[in-house]
């Protein structure tokens, strides 16, 4: 999509033993312009945006995805428990 984004996600493994790896397995870049304006038009601080596009970004990296409504249901569920878990129950 050539269009700007908030995170960014890669990996470079195909596995997720990482037991003997010895370098970069995944990253995760973050739009701090982003991060500020989307922090402001959910009403939460840049924190907690940031926080949120992590736990985002991590899921990605773990395999889900959001190119179909199933898809986004599924990784919605989880990217709910987990920011319940940490106390960002913060409504998108």
């Known amino acids: ?4 984004t908030d995170v960014l996600s890669f990996h470079y493994v195909d596995d997720y033993n990482f037991s003997e790896v010895d370098s970069i397995v ?19 601080t840049p924190r907690e945006e940031c926080e949120i596009l992590i736990i985002h970004g991590l899921l990605h990296i773990l395999g889900f995805d959001h190119e179909t409504d199933t898809d986004f ?4 569920e989880h990217e709910s428990k987990i920011r319940e878990t940490m106390g960002l129950n913060l409504e998108r």
């Open 26 to 44: 995944w990253e995760i870049v973050l739009s701090e312009a982003k991060i500020i304006s989307q922090a402001e038009q959910h009403l939460h």
């Open 1 to 4: 999509i050539d269009m700007p």
């Open 73 to 76: 249901e599924a990784m919605w």
